[in-house]
T-cell receptor, first 110, second 112 residues
Framework: RKEVEQDPGPFNVPEGATVAFNCTYS??????FFWYRQDCRKEPKLLMS???SGNEDGRFTAQLNRASQYISLLIRDSKLSDSATYLC???????????FGTGTKLQVIP | DAEITQSPRHKITETGRQVTLACHQT?????MFWYRQDLGHGLRLIHY???????NKGEVSDGYSVSRSNTEDLPLTLESAASSQTSVYFC???????????FGPGTRLTVT
């Protein structure tokens, strides 16, 4: 089993739709979780951290489920500009173990 | 504004040559990282540093080395470039443990 797994997609959704991605991790001792966004041929950029209590930033909501060992990202009212690859990041024991998922590609269509 | 830069942005080199990729950050971050990104593998950690004179091996460190002589720079050296090292390389920095990482724009390296 991979340490961090994401559905590669692509997820093709119409503008205005709600879409959700999950990311599962294998090590129950994982400590910090993040979602990054990466546009084609560009560097990853932090979208949001994921807290145990869940957190929301505008149209984006991140959740952590430690019991089932996954994090999720919900995007409401999708915009064309949301088209990108979304990477989940799991860290263990600080930076001694930083694992990126291979990403989920989202394509929002008009 | 604080930033993180990489140079060169594109590099073509021959097998066996030594190559150094530069990374410079003006965030005054203690932690710096080098990753490579390949299709099907996502980002993989090569080396990282928690501060001046500190360097550590990551997941895929064979054939690479780094040095940290000041806070701002973490150059990555490929001792003897191999075709398997053709990749996109990203440098990143963060303020500390558990903080988000800020990435440079990447260097696209081709080894022929």
């Amino acid at each position: 089993r991979k340490e961090v797994e994401q559905d590669p997609g692509p997820f093709n959704v119409p503008e205005g739709a709600t879409v959700a991605f999950n990311c599962t991790y294998s090590n129950s001792a994982s400590q910090s979780f993040f979602w990054y966004r990466q546009d084609c041929r560009k560097e990853p950029k932090l979208l949001m951290s994921v807290y145990s209590s869940g957190n929301e930033d505008g149209r984006f909501t991140a959740q952590l489920n430690r019991a089932s060992q996954y994090i999720s990202l919900l995007i409401r009212d999708s915009k064309l500009s949301d088209s990108a690859t979304y990477l989940c990041v799991v860290t263990l024991e600080g930076y001694q173990k930083v694992t990126f998922g291979t990403g989920t590609k989202l394509q929002v269509i008009p | 504004d604080a930033e993180i830069t990489q140079s060169p942005r594109h590099k073509i080199t021959e097998t066996g040559r030594q190559v150094t990729l530069a990374c410079h950050q003006t965030w005054n971050h203690n932690n710096m990282f080098w990753y490579r990104q390949d299709l099907g593998h996502g980002l993989r950690l090569i080396h990282y540093s928690y501060g001046v004179q500190d360097t550590n091996k990551g997941e895929v460190s064979d054939g690479y080395s780094v040095s940290r002589s000041n806070t701002e720079d973490l150059p990555l050296t490929l001792e003897s470039a191999a075709s398997s090292q053709t990749s996109v390389y990203f440098c990143a920095s963060s303020a500390g443990d558990g903080y988000e990482q800020y990435f440079g724009p990447g260097t696209r390296l081709t080894v022929t």
